[in-house]
């Protein structure tokens, strides 16, 4: 094989730091951008990482599939560190990067501008905790039609290791940009209008309509605002977009996880019109 290898005894090696020790936050390092990090899972995960130009650095390779992934690490260029399979099952997640991991380069973030060029189907995110959800959002998002996502100043990073699992690579492929915190939550809105964009927020508020009501389905340019797991979105963003839709429910329930609620007004608001 014409592949750069490094056969790796155990985990406790520090050239591992990076998928076995670091957190986070100390890939992402805020104060050394340039430096920063991401881990992606599986193969699938990895490729599609690949297929949108993100950089791979190494990769850790359980021993017992080096031989199926030869391709993929020849194609990527850089070294594989190998570990044998019985320490490579004792790293957690194990069962979900099924023995592949890859560390790359976090790509440059993009501004609110590049994002909505062209833009159509807009998904705004206020305040999500979970990476899982915020994971889960970006596959619905890449599904059912999204074209770009939006995120407020503190909404959990896309690119986190279980948001980028969750979302099966989707993350390298729907464009997105945090909101600077000084145009949160008025000057997003505003901007968005004057791009064109219907603004809606997803809201059990006074005054909202179904998600079918046709004043809601005839927009050309629409701006879906979902708000944090907890208590949803927040006075000022409700205040500032101004218009809510609901989903019709069932059986006494009021709402939606904020991944399922996503998933359905993506397809009834962005995916049917296609």
């Known amino acids: 094989m014409g592949m750069q290898v490094t056969r790796i005894e155990n985990a406790e090696d520090s050239r591992l730091d990076a998928y ?8 992402r390092s805020k104060l050394e951008p340039e430096k920063a990090l991401l881990i992606a899972e599986s193969r699938l995960v990895v490729e599609v990482a690949l297929d949108a130009g993100i950089e791979p650095l190494s990769f850790l390779v359980d021993e017992a599939r080096l031989e199926s992934c030869a391709d ?8 594989a560190y190998v570990l044998p399979h019985d320490q490579m099952e004792r790293l957690t997640g194990f069962n979900v990067n099924r023995g592949l991991l890859c560390v790359m380069r ?31 959002v970006f596959r619905s998002a890449a599904a059912l039609g999204a ?23 989707t993350v390298f492929q729907v464009p997105w940009a945090r909101v600077e915190a000084a145009a949160w939550p008025e000057g997003i809105v505003d901007e968005l ?55 019709p429910m069932s059986n006494g329930v009021d709402s939606l996880n904020v991944a399922a609620s996503s ?12």
């Open 20 to 27: 076995v020790r670091l957190t986070d936050r100390q890939l």
């Open 263 to 274: 998933a359905v007004a993506f397809w009834e608001l962005f995916a049917r019109r296609r």
């Open 106 to 136: 976090r790509p440059q973030p993009q501004t609110v501008e590049q994002v909505l060029l062209g833009a159509r189907h807009v998904a705004v995110l206020e305040g999500l905790v979970d990476v899982t959800n915020v994971g889960a």
């Open 193 to 247: 209008q004057n791009r064109g964009f219907t603004c809606l927020s997803m809201a059990l508020e006074e005054g909202a309509v179904p998600i079918d009501d046709p004043s809601v389905s005839s927009a050309e340019k629409v701006a879906l605002f979902f708000g944090c797991e907890g208590y949803g979105l927040s006075r000022a963003a409700l205040n500032a977009v101004g218009r809510s839709v609901i989903i």
């Open 72 to 79: 993929l690490i020849e194609r990527a260029g850089c070294v």
């Open 147 to 169: 074209d770009a996502v939006l995120l407020s100043p503190r909404c959990a990073d896309p690119l986190g290791r279980r948001a980028v699992r969750v979302s099966v690579g």
